[in-house]
């Protein structure tokens, strides 16, 4: 960033510059961002200010959040926060950061007719709790739990869900599938597992290669290790009826239906992202 008079417009078009030549991605939606967050306003109403002179503490704030987007960190890591399905959740490194993909697996879920009233829904892998608040914040009535082997990613997922009022009505524990819910008891089970092939690992963008959890990327050979794992428990704990949702690579509906159907899960429908790749994988027990 240069020596020019530290306007809102300037700070915003000199960052994008700077950035853009080391080839971060959306290097301007980050720079007003974090523009937005320092002046504590909405991030269009940046436009309006555009001739608003900066303190000095702001310009270097400014400079010390741009250099950690030269480095590669998210942008979520360093607001410390996302907005996910209408809330805002807080992340960090202990768990992958809740992406817009991830949102159309939580209305999988509650646009499923037969979710009835008091039904038990399992979040598994649950990382930052982000599926399985989102389901109570919008379905009071629903029983969620949240499983996860990290137990960093838990004490998150027990900071949001108190944050966000919700902390009686998610119970999160670090137990497997099979130990922490009786046999044909679950409803619903939800999960965005790991599902990226393990030598594609290295190639992801470097905010996501450098700082999320490698644990809750790495599916594996072929990306599906932790998928083959859970759908034989899933089987066991769903009631007859009950749905699995799975998040999964858009190469992989193929492989998981397969997964599904030797587990004797019937009605699997894959169904799409908004740019058209197969996103959701369900089926019924």
């Not at 417009?9 to 939606?29: I, Q």
């Not at 992406?99 to 999988?108: D, G, I, P, Y």
């Not at 030598?199 to 072929?222: K, W």
């Not at 193929?254 to 197969?278: H, M």
Request: hydrophobic fraction near 45%; include cysteine.
């Amino acid at each position: 960033m240069s020596n020019a008079p530290a306007t809102v417009k300037h700070v915003l078009e000199s960052g994008a510059t700077f950035l853009e030549a080391r080839a971060v991605t959306e290097a301007r939606l980050k720079c007003e961002l974090l523009a937005a967050r320092l002046l504590q306003c909405p991030r269009l109403e940046l436009y309006l200010q555009f001739d608003r002179a900066l303190s000095d503490a702001h310009v270097g704030a400014m400079r010390r959040g741009i250099k950690r987007l030269e480095a590669g960190e998210p942008i979520q890591h360093i607001l410390g926060e996302t907005t996910f399905h209408g809330h805002r959740f807080k992340v960090d490194t202990r768990a992958l950061v809740p992406r817009s993909e991830t949102e159309l697996l939580v209305q999988a879920v509650l646009d499923w007719e037969p979710l009835a009233e008091d039904a038990l829904v399992v979040d598994v892998g649950t990382g930052s709790g982000c599926i399985a608040i989102s389901l109570v914040l919008v379905r009071p009535d629903l029983r969620c739990v949240g499983i996860d082997i990290s137990e960093d990613a838990l004490a998150l997922a027990r900071e949001n869900a108190a944050a966000l009022g919700v902390e009686t009505r998610v119970a999160f524990a670090g137990a497997d599938l099979s130990d922490c819910v009786e046999p044909e008891s679950v409803d619903a089970i939800v999960a965005n597992l790991p599902y990226i092939a393990s030598e594609a690992c290295d190639r992801l963008p470097r905010d996501v290669r450098d700082f999320d959890p490698r644990t809750a990327l790495d599916g594996g050979a072929d990306g599906l290790d932790v998928i083959r794992d859970i759908v034989p428990d899933a089987a066991i704990v769903l009631r007859p009826g009950g749905r699995i949702f799975l998040e999964i690579g858009a190469d992989q509906a193929t492989a998981v239906k397969e997964i599904l159907k030797a587990e004797g899960f019937k009605a699997i429908t894959i169904s799409q992202d908004l740019a058209g790749r197969d996103r959701i994988a369900m089926g019924t027990i």
